[in-house]
Every structure is written in structure tokens, then in C-alpha cells.
């Protein structure tokens, strides 16, 4: 689960409670099948485990739950979102990267939804690379707003997209990321790839928390230059009337992949 941060940078969003509340509700609600995946992805059930950009800490707390075995520690540049970690993992305070550990120092490394906003997604990766032990697996995860499918797709979404599209791109950050996984994680020097893309549609999760994890982040994190704070404020009201109508449905997709350092 940032520009040069790793994870979300809380203070960048009108309300840093509900987006550390939102953030806590996008690892709970498809936390069964990112378990299974993580299994399939080939996360071990025992040994050292960086959680690289663990944000609040919702998302280690349930590989713990399952995994009781693992040694977990949360990495995250957010100092307001460590604090919140804190209290389920031991945590660190840096940047993805110039991790402040030796080289081989564990066993996986978990990394999600961090990539699609770092301005350079393979230094982050070298840097992975150098401190999982050989033999250490890679478990990563990451959304491709090129998968978002809306119906109806309302003119106030469309445009608010764009330019938050455009802010991330100002910041060297790729939104479309999802696609360029499988190719980064091979250049990066893994090997033995498991590549998986996950659906997450508002049929199986329901409309309000599709709209509140996938459409509400829409209209934040915008540069004011791109979209007034009045078209923002549309923006939410359009994805209200989106969550209300019970005709609507959405759909997106993260794509996953393992791989191990040889």
C-alpha cells in the first residue's frame, strides 16, 4: 500500500484522518484474496520480511495474522503514518532509495501500491535487490489506472482524472505502472517471475467502498493549476451520485508479481 516518499504522504490530502482511514479500508476489504495471492506471489510463512512503504500498517498486520511466523518490519518515508504502524510492526523511518539496512538482510521483501508513485521505480527496485539474501523473493503489487472502467463515467470524474494524472506525472510518478511491473522486476535482475492481475469491481466489494478506495483519492492530490478547488469539490459530488446510483459499476485492476534474486 507518495512522490519521493514511500507510501502516501498524508499531509498532501485534505484530511489526513479519512485518507489514513481510507487507507486502513483498501487493505481490509480484499484482504482474502490478496492472502491467497501473496501465497500464489510466493511470500514465505517464516523469515525476515520488509514491508516497503507500509503506510499505517493495515496491510502488515494481516500478512502477521496469517503468517505468525515472520519477522516484519515496516519501512515508510511518512512519519504520521509510522506512527499509526508502530503500534502493530517495528518500523523505520527513510527512502526507498537508500534503505538503511546491509545487503542480504532478509528474506522477502513486500512492496504495495508505492511504485506508481516514486520517480524512479528502478532505483527502488536495485535497492530491493540488494537486501534480500539469494534466494529472497520479491512480492509486489501495483494498479494501473489504464484499468479503470466506469459506468456511467461522469465529465467531472473524466477530468478530475486527467489532471490528477498530469500532477503525478509533474512529480516523476507513473500511474500506469501496473503494466510496466513484470519488465521492471525482470531488469531489476529477479528471476523465476509468477505475474498475476487481480480484478477489483464494485459488484463484489459493493459501490460505497469501490467509490471510497478506487473514485474518492480522485479528487485529491491535484495541482490547483490543473483543477480549481471548486471543480474538485464537483468532483466529489459527481462520485457521490456515482455510489448512489444503483445502476453504476466499476472495475479496476492490480497487478502482482514475485520474483526471486538469484
Not at 80 to 88: E, K, P
Not at 117 to 145: C, I, K, M, Q, T
Not at 235 to 262: E, H, L, N, P, Q
Request: charged content about 25%.
Amino acid at each position: 500500500m507518495s512522490t519521493l516518499q514511500l507510501g502516501y504522504s498524508v499531509g498532501r490530502f485534505k484530511d489526513a484522518g479519512a485518507e489514513v482511514l481510507r487507507l486502513e479500508r483498501q487493505a481490509s476489504f480484499i484482504a482474502d484474496a490478496e492472502n491467497r495471492l501473496l501465497t500464489a506471489l510466493g511470500l514465505p510463512d517464516s523469515g525476515r520480511v520488509l514491508d516497503l512503504g507500509c503506510g499505517p500498517g493495515a496491510a502488515a498486520a494481516r500478512i502477521l495474522a496469517n503468517r505468525p511466523g515472520l519477522d516484519v518490519i515496516g519501512l515508510d518515508r511518512d512519519a504520521g503514518l509510522l506512527t499509526r504502524a508502530r503500534s502493530i510492526v517495528r518500523v523505520l523511518q527513510a527512502d526507498a532509495e537508500g534503505l538503511p539496512f546491509p545487503s542480504s538482510s532478509f528474506d522477502a521483501v513486500h512492496v504495495r501500491l508505492l511504485l506508481r508513485h516514486v520517480p524512479r521505480p528502478a532505483a527502488v527496485l536495485a535497492e530491493v535487490h540488494r537486501v534480500l539474501r539469494p534466494g529472497g523473493r520479491l512480492v509486489l503489487g501495483d494498479s494501473d489506472d489504464g484499468a479503470l472502467v466506469l459506468h456511467p463515467f461522469p465529465d467531472e470524474i473524466a477530468r478530475a482524472l486527467d489532471a490528477k494524472h498530469e500532477s503525478a506525472r509533474r512529480r516523476g510518478a507513473d500511474p500506469f505502472i501496473g503494466r510496466r511491473l513484470p519488465a521492471l522486476v525482470r531488469t531489476a535482475g529477479f528471476s523465476g517471475l509468477t505475474v498475476r492481475a487481480q480484478a477489483i469491481d464494485s459488484g463484489a466489494v459493493g459501490r460505497p467502498t469501490f467509490g471510497e478506495v478506487v473514485l474518492s483519492p480522485i479528487a485529491d492530490a491535484i495541482d490547483g493549476d490543473l483543477l480549481a478547488l471548486a471543480d474538485q469539490e464537483r468532483t466529489a459530488g459527481a462520485i457521490r451520485r456515482w455510489i448512489d446510483d444503483a445502476g453504476a459499476f466499476g472495475m479496476t485492476t492490480v497487478v502482482s508479481v514475485g520474483g526471486t534474486k538469484d
